[in-house]
């Protein structure tokens, strides 16, 4: 009996032992368990299949993946993290897959405190991940009666595969730090590639959107930015009555299927958060830019990106409502009218 007893009881310390073991350290997977890259992160929740409809997400960006016939779409997520979905038919998607996780040595002299809107890019056989690191870090200038103005900017980093792991290319932000910049994105215009981003209006009170060179393996800026329009040049844009301000949120470029170069991009109209189109007159980043009279979407939903199915379809993804924590990813497919984009559908419709 004593033999028997002495036995139960070490079998119930070896339980406890490796359940604590278990709590104290998560990152360490089973014996035997497979290793998967993206997904040696703190909190990394078990892979499910969803609709995007079932969970929260917001300023998320879909990369078509030609390699592996797939489709992915990355997002903020939970703490300091990039979390990645896969799908092949863009109603079920299986993750999350941790791509990205900022930690203290990630940005120098300023604490991460969030990931804004990442976008994922494939570019010279490599994938880049735009997006913005927030800090409560406060700038030099403050003002009376107004919100902190914090380092906030957009960097870039890469990675050899769509689920990462993705890895800065330096410790400071690759927009310039004096600037409070965000929802940065890239494009290539007679292979030189740029990124253009918004300068918030936190900081200058009427939001722009701006442009920058890149290096060509995109590690670093060249030269300095330059302003393409600002906020309140739309017809539509609304002034928020406590600021006095106006926001620009979102760019995504698409050339026109007759050849014109248009912007989505996001501000707040009569109905809220709102997607409009501008065109450069020039048909290149130089403009000048346009404002189109009517906005693409009014239905309190925003931050715009396009994409096409494997069908060749034209895509729009944006997350609607605009309020926390109702936000939504939804598709809608588009029609290029060679003047602008509009919306035909809801996708899956219903």
């Not at 912007?263 to 020039?282: C, D, H, I, P, R």
């Amino acid at each position: 009996m004593t033999r028997l007893f002495l036995a139960c009881l070490l079998a119930i310390v070896g339980t406890c032992a490796a359940s604590n073991a278990a709590t104290e350290n998560p990152r360490r997977p089973a014996p035997g368990t497979p290793v998967d890259v993206t997904r040696q992160f703190e909190g990394a929740a078990p892979l499910t299949t969803k609709k995007l409809t079932d969970f929260r997400m917001r300023d998320a960006c879909v990369l078509v993946d030609e390699k592996e016939q797939r489709y992915v779409i990355v997002a903020a997520g939970r703490g300091n993290t990039v979390r990645a979905y896969t799908s092949t038919d863009l109603v079920h998607w299986e993750g999350p897959h941790i791509v990205f996780e900022a930690d203290a040595t990630t940005w120098k002299d300023a604490e991460i405190r969030g990931i804004w809107a990442p976008e994922l890019h494939a570019y010279r056989g490599k994938y880049y991940l735009f997006l913005t690191f927030n800090t409560s870090t406060q700038h030099s200038e403050q003002w009376r009666n107004w919100l902190p103005r914090v380092k906030r900017a957009s960097s870039i980093l890469v990675a050899d595969s769509p689920l990462g792991p993705f890895k800065p290319f330096s410790d400071k932000p690759t927009l310039p730090e004096d600037m409070m910049t965000l929802d940065g994105t890239l494009w290539v215009e007679d292979g030189v590639p740029w990124m253009i981003y918004c300068h918030e209006w936190v900081q200058i009170v009427v939001g722009t959107m701006a442009k920058i060179r890149l290096a060509d393996d995109l590690s670093a800026t060249v030269d300095e930015p330059t302003r393409l329009f600002f906020a309140n040049d739309a017809p539509w844009a609304k002034r928020n009555d406590e600021y006095g301000s106006y926001v620009t949120d979102g760019p995504w470029l698409h050339r026109s299927k007759t050849d014109k170069l248009l912007m989505l991009w996001s501000g707040f109209g009569e109905g809220g958060y709102t997607v409009a189109v501008a065109e450069s007159q020039s048909g290149t980043l130089a403009g000048p830019w346009v404002q189109q009279p009517e906005p693409v979407f009014t239905e309190h939903g925003g931050h715009p990106m396009l994409f096409r199915r494997f069908d060749g379809q034209l895509m729009m993804s944006l997350h609607m409502p605009n309020r926390p924590p109702e936000e939504r990813i939804q598709f809608f497919e588009m029609e290029d009218t060679g003047d602008t984009v509009r919306v035909l559908r809801k996708f899956p419709e219903g």
